[in-house]
């Protein structure tokens, strides 16, 4: 039930806080139109470049283009293979990861101080940047491409796997423990079966991520569906870009119902 | 008859000076059936912990069939605890795997690491797993997910768990206290005459008097960390027990009546 008694000073406190409000309001609109006046926004250019903007998109990128249609399949089906790997090899290193960071399941409480900063240092690089590094390494193609999503997802699926397993109930490691039971028996039969709910669900939620990812990696030259959106519009066959374009929505739509389905099925 | 455990001056030193056991002496001989009784925060849930140091003791001796518990090395305590078995107030069991898995998780204190891990329980200990549920009426569950299940019904397989260890000894810290009285007297019930069968020795920790009277044929009373009453339930007298719970006199029954 709600309470109704009224505090003393209630009133005052109130204003204050509405006072708060308002100065934050302020200060966001000032922070924003000063940063457009930095960045020298010009609303007119924005509003004359609409009627542009319009006819490039229904002459030149409308309707798509579907002479090279044969041709996208096998980008198309590098990206979501892409996708699945660095999936898998991302949740498996993610796991063993979590369990030394968790702090329930840490064999030393050094190993799990390391490895977070570790982690966070991987996990805060976007992962842009080290598909960009990484082709630097292994030169244009798959490996790079492969190599940035396995390790940006590794950072990303072992934190968030780790606040999965820290917030376990530790009723049964602790049974476990009073049964003379092993740390790996521990980690195999009290950890393990607790944690799989939220090991797949976030598991198919990086698969997600993983698809969108791998679609933009062409971008910087490591392979995959974004290669072609590259190329084409280099060539200035926006038709084309378009059914690229067309194609990767329409994958990655399919993805995402595959996925729910999934997650409902398991969980 | 050599007894199985000894604990001499046990102590038990909390951070911020507060001591949870303040010199603890006590002898259990094989079979033997023992209630711990005493106001919550008297020290009893530490007193069982320290036994198979789930908690460390800070202070004292624990003697095990022979063997020292307090300096033991990991391997030794292994073997230690696997022939302890420990029933839990809240029944600790993994809700999300069978009956029938949380029975044979008894039987990991004994198993190769890697074995354990796998899950490779030998087929004879299944069948005892299974048998050891059927003696406790759970023959329709064994396969059910253990959340599925009533209270009372989970802290029969937390029994069967700690039995399908073959151990000496059993510590029960409050097994009843989360159950109604019919299932508590079902627990206890299984405790009692699986422990009196196969000559298992049991410390109950028990907020209830009665049932402590009812089961147990030796009551110890603990009082802030120390034993207060050490002797054969019957001389048990309300002058005793009234000093035990002295200012806390409403927990001595009130846990029954839930």
Known sequence: MMKLTKIPGGSQARRKRRGRQWAAGTALLLLTV?????????????????????????????????????S???PVADTFIYAVIATFCSSLLGVCLALLMARTTTPHPLVRTVLRGLISFLRNIP???????????????????????????????????????????????????SCGATYGQRIKHAIIPQFLPAFYSWTLFMFEINIRASAVLGLVGAGGIGALIKQTMDLFQYGKTSM????MVAMILMVELMTNRIRRRLI | MEPILTIQGLKKQYSAGTWGLNGIDLTVQPGEFIAVIGPSGAGKSTLLRCMNRLIEPTEGRITFLGEDVVCANKRELRSIRARMGMIFQHYNLVYRSSVLENVLHGRLGYMGSLAGMLGRYPEADKEEAIALLEKVGLENEV????????????????????????????????????????SSKTVMDAIHTNC?????????????????????????????????FDGPSDQLTSDITQYLYEGKEDEMFHKAAI
Request: charged share 20%; proline share 4%; net charge negative.
């Open chain 2, 196 to 228: 009196r069968e196969q000559g298992i020795a049991c410390l109950v920790n028990l907020h209830q008097v009665d049932y402590a009277k009812a089961y147990a044929t030796r009551i110890v009373g603990i009082k802030a960390g120390r034993v207060v």
């Open chain 1, 72 to 74: 996208y399949l096998k």
């Open chain 1, 34 to 70: 000063l940063s457009l006046v930095y960045i020298r926004f010009d609303a007119a250019e924005f509003l004359l470049g609409i009627p542009t903007f319009l006819r490039f998109l229904f002459s030149d990128f409308l309707p798509p283009d579907p002479t090279n249609l044969q």
């Open chain 2, 143 to 182: 396969y059910k997910r253990a959340d599925e299940l009533s209270g009372g019904q989970k802290q029969r397989v937390g029994v069967c768990r700690a039995l399908a260890q073959k151990p000496s000894l059993i510590l029960a810290d409050e097994p009843i206290a989360s159950l109604d009285p019919k």
């Open chain 1, 244 to 247: 690229v374009i067309a194609i």
């Open chain 1, 127 to 177: 992962f842009l940047a080290w598909a960009s590094l990484l082709v630097v390494i292994f030169g244009v193609g798959t490996t790079a491409g492969l190599i940035a999503l396995i390790v940006f997802g590794c950072g990303f699926l072992a934190r968030l796997y780790a606040e999965s397993i820290e917030e376990l109930d530790q009723d049964s490691m602790e049974a476990l423990e």
